[in-house]
T-cell receptor
Framework: GQQVMQIPQYQHVQEGEDFTTYCNSS?????IQWYKQRPGGHPVFLIQLVKSGEVKKQKRLTFQFGEAKKNSSLHITATQTTDVGTYFC????????????FGKGTHLIIQP | DAGITQSPRHKVTETGTPVTLRCHQTENHRYMYWYRQDPGHGLRLIHYSYGVKDTDKGEVSDGYSVSRSKTEDFLLTLESATSSQTSVYFCAIKNPSSGIGYTFGSGTRLTVV
């Protein structure tokens, strides 16, 4: 079945440093989605990427979808304490109703 | 998030007992999903539904059953709970406003002792 790998598992940064998490799928994806989960909370949808090579920005967050539609990255510029949490990528194979396959997530820990 | 609620929020149960978790949505959405979240494993799909009485298995369905007799309710049942089913369970629907992305419930923390 489809597998989605995400690295790193943990990332410690000083506040103000940049952060990047990478996602790689074993199969070509219809789209890839990114979610953020605060400690003790539930995953919250951030963005969906659909097109090959697509780049989208949300303030300090930059999301990229690879040309082969099998990999993706999330980059945060100048991290802030509010960025703390776990970031998940989730691959959609385009099969309709059958759900997303999530990566294991990257835990972002920020030291003031 | 508005439109999807899970109950109970917390539950402690004994090994071997049946447990039912409820997911309720007010968005009249066709697709509903049950995920479990465990440290080191991320979110894994248990079962999903694509309509009333239409359900299918996900990646980790063993030991779980589901039912969807009404559009708004998706029930997850552990027929005989085991310690390996201690987890946080999330229900999700496709984002009701945009249809893009999933909206998750607040989760149920289940402990099997």
């Amino acid at each position: 079945g489809q597998q989605v790998m995400q690295i790193p598992q943990y990332q410690h940064v000083q506040e103000g440093e940049d952060f990047t998490t990478y996602c790689n799928s074993s199969t070509t994806l219809s789209n890839i989605q990114w979610y953020k989960q605060r400690p003790g909370g539930h995953p919250v949808f951030l963005i969906q990427l659909v097109k090959s090579g697509e780049v989208k920005k949300q303030k300090r967050l930059t999301f990229q979808f690879g040309e082969a539609k099998k990999n993706s990255s999330l980059h945060i510029t100048a991290t802030q304490t509010t960025d703390v949490g776990t970031y998940f990528c989730a691959g959609d194979s385009g099969g309709g109703a059958d759900g997303l396959t999530f990566g294991k997530g990257t835990h972002l820990i920020i030291q003031p | 998030d508005a439109g999807i609620t899970q109950s109970p929020r917390h539950k402690v149960t004994e090994t071997g007992t049946p447990v039912t978790l409820r997911c309720h949505q007010t968005e009249n959405h066709r697709y509903m999903y049950w995920y479990r979240q465990d440290p080191g494993h991320g979110l894994r799909l248990i079962h999903y539904s694509y309509g009333v009485k239409d359900t299918d298995k996900g990646e980790v369905s063993d030991g779980y059953s589901v039912s969807r007799s009404k559009t708004e309710d998706f029930l997850l049942t552990l027929e005989s709970a085991t310690s390996s089913q201690t987890s946080v369970y999330f229900c999700a629907i496709k984002n009701p406003s945009s249809g893009i992305g999933y909206t998750f419930g607040s989760g149920t923390r289940l402990t099997v002792v």
